[in-house]
């Protein structure tokens, strides 16, 4: 999308009103692609950062960008006014960039990339390399059955590498939601991952 301009110094954020949001947004229905430039210029900078945080490559995350803001184009008329358009743009943009990435890592690649060191595996020092990728894969079968928000900060953490007030910034969320939040997945995990570890808690 030539809209988007990956050399440009970002502006600060434009704090505009929730009334002046969804003011562009009936203009871009009505087709004003004006209306759908100014929205750009509004969350570029938001959505670049939250697609650098998974890919870690200035390349891959313009490319997300570009793709975010065509899926937001072509979904716009789903969008209820009733919402909030913050929200429901980062939550389409962080569904195109898991997708990406899995696209782009292959899933094997995804599964070695995943830190488990904060999960109690019994058997991670075993020489058995078959069952230390039958735990690789039993792990990336767990995190896809996470909650939506705890599998994405899980990823943010230990596939991007990212800290926890990195996390909070390019979500848009507090850091001690992301610290709850984080908590909650390695829990959940630990529990998912009992049966492949000979334990159950």
Not at 23 to 30: I, K, N
Not at 88 to 94: D, E, P, R
Request: aromatic content about 8%; charged content about 30%.
């Amino acid at each position: 999308m030539s809209d988007v301009n990956p050399e440009m110094a970002f502006p600060p954020e434009s704090g505009a009103s929730p009334e002046a949001v969804s003011g562009l947004v009936r203009r871009v229905r009505s087709g004003d692609r004006e209306a759908f430039v100014a929205l750009i210029g509004m969350y570029q900078k938001k959505v670049f950062v939250l697609a650098y945080s998974f890919f870690r490559n200035k390349e891959d995350a313009v490319d997300a960008v570009q793709d975010v803001f065509l899926r937001i184009y072509e979904k716009i008329d789903s969008f209820q006014d009733n919402r909030n358009f913050d929200a429901w743009l980062i939550q389409v943009a962080k569904n195109l960039c898991i997708d990406r990435y899995r696209r782009a890592r292959g899933r094997r690649e995804m599964e070695s990339g995943v830190r488990v060191d904060e999960i109690p595996l019994a058997d991670e020092r075993s020489p058995n390399a078959e069952r230390a990728s039958n735990l690789k894969s039993a792990l990336a079968r767990s995190v896809d059955r996470l909650a939506e928000r705890q599998k994405t900060i899980f990823l943010m953490r230990h596939v991007s590498q990212m800290g926890n007030e990195e996390i909070a910034r390019a979500l848009n969320i507090s850091t001690g939601t992301v610290k709850s939040l984080h908590f909650k997945a390695i829990r959940r995990l630990r529990t998912l991952m009992g049966p492949h570890v000979g334990c159950q808690s």
